[in-house]
């Protein structure tokens, strides 16, 4: 039976009774030995305990509160965010072994962003928060390591409305990077030089989304391990992960199909599963193991 701290971080407590039921019906029973406020952490003895589940760390930031943890001197392994619990697919043994497997992953757009911070993992790719073209991205990721080693260099910058600030536009060997969600030149290139130390080539994850059959094909032959493609159009090839987008549209009310590209349609809706929690398919699976299941239809 496991023990479990619950350490409240916020006043969010939408995933707690979720969390709670699923730990005790995944447990065979655990034991609940305490309720305390983060600030109170140090009065308590951890070792004792096998979890600390934090409660309301969605609304704060698992970064913030993992950083929080590691001035107290905690053990990594027992944090535990309340809403990553209620995720599909969750069991406590995969997310261990996630966590542990130190995963990088690459990603051609924003996804390598969201679905670290949906699943409270720490960054380590540089490729979060921007934009590389299909055919760029196929490139770049036929020699990461060689393009890992290029220089990046700023080119030019637009005004992004959606955000409300400009965006940076740089180049990495010859493959424009779009550093979408940076105020700031200097911030943009300060956490791709930070992130690039952090990978784990061992251990790599790669991600994109194309409408192009021949894309998804040049995609299929690189040569990693664990690779998914996310398409809106059905396929033999293994990478593929076929998704309905017109499903996909009516499962999540927060896409207004009117303001989407259809050409970014697909991206959209496996963004915003992520973002909104609302994963068609295992995500611990897919990292781990590089498994496509799902977990509704598509």
Known sequence: MKK???????????????????????????????????????KVDVEACDIILAVGAKEVGMSEVTEAFQQMNLPAEKFLGDWIVCIPGFTLEKYRKLQRSRLSIFSRNCFAGVISNA????????????????????????????????????????????????????????????????????????????????INWYNLFVT??????????????LPFGKKICFVPFKSDLDSAYYVNTEKG???????????????????????????????FYDPFDMLIYGKKTPVIEM
């Not at 350490?7 to 005790?24: I, R, Y």
């Not at 390591?145 to 990495?172: Q, W």
């Not at 009310?253 to 973002?275: C, G, M, Q």
Request: aromatic letters at 12%; charged letters at 25%; one cysteine or more.
């Open 119 to 198: 699943l409270g993992l720490p960054f380590r790719s540089p490729t979060v928060n921007l934009t590389i073209s299909d055919e760029d991205f196929i490139r770049f990721m036929r020699a990461p390591r060689v393009y890992m080693e290029e220089e990046l260099i700023f080119s030019s910058k637009k005004f992004n409305a959606y955000d409300g600030h400009d965006i940076a536009t740089f180049i990495c060997g010859n493959i424009p990077v779009v550093m979408n969600h940076y105020p700031n030149f200097d911030l943009a290139k300060q956490a791709w030089e930070r992130r690039k130390t952090r």
């Open 208 to 221: 994109m989304t194309t409408n192009n059959p021949d894309v998804l094909q040049k995609f299929d032959e």
């Open 249 to 279: 549209f009516q499962s999540n009310p927060n896409i207004k199909r009117e303001t989407v590209d259809p050409e970014y349609f697909t991206w959209e809706i496996v963004n915003r599963s992520a973002l909104d929690l609302k994963f």
């Open 4 to 42: 479990v701290l619950l350490c409240f971080v916020s006043d969010d407590t939408k995933f707690l009774e979720t969390a709670l039921e699923t730990l005790d019906r995944q447990q065979n029973g655990i034991e609940l030995v305490d309720s305390v406020a983060i600030s109170d952490i140090p």
